[in-house]
């Protein structure tokens, strides 16, 4: 069974940082691509960012390119999501997601439950 669990939520002033921490357990996560959602009420999930199972290839959404930075460590088993200069609009729930495609063309999808992140002053 893989379990993923998310970390890091909390409350924030705005232009403050945090970090997200994403721990994939029961596989090995070099297997995974993984992307980090955010939902904010009333509003349909969207892809924050993404990295590739090598980690060089990294995919990030224009909302947040130049202040969110993803990262994994596999030996770990982990991925971060460094967030730096938030703005409120970046209040959501953020959740992990890990996809693999097996060599037969099984597709996996994993989620976790997802951490909160408020940006108020």
């Known amino acids: 069974q893989v379990d993923v669990v998310e970390s890091g939520g909390g409350l924030v002033q705005p232009g403050g940082s945090l970090r997200l921490s994403c721990v994939v357990s029961?596989?090995?996560?070099?297997?995974?691509?993984v992307g980090w959602f955010r939902q904010a009420p009333g509003k349909q999930r969207e892809l924050v960012a993404r990295v590739m199972r090598s980690g060089d290839d990294r995919r990030y959404a224009d909302s947040v390119k130049g202040r969110f930075t993803i990262s994994r460590d596999n030996a770990a088993n982990t991925v971060y999501l460094q967030m730096n200069s938030l703005r409120p609009e970046d209040t959501a729930v953020y959740c992990c997601n890990a996809h693999r495609i097996t060599g037969l063309g099984a597709e996996f999808d994993y989620w976790g439950q997802g951490t909160q992140v408020t940006v108020s002053s």
């Open positions: 029961g596989s090995a996560l070099s297997l995974y691509v």
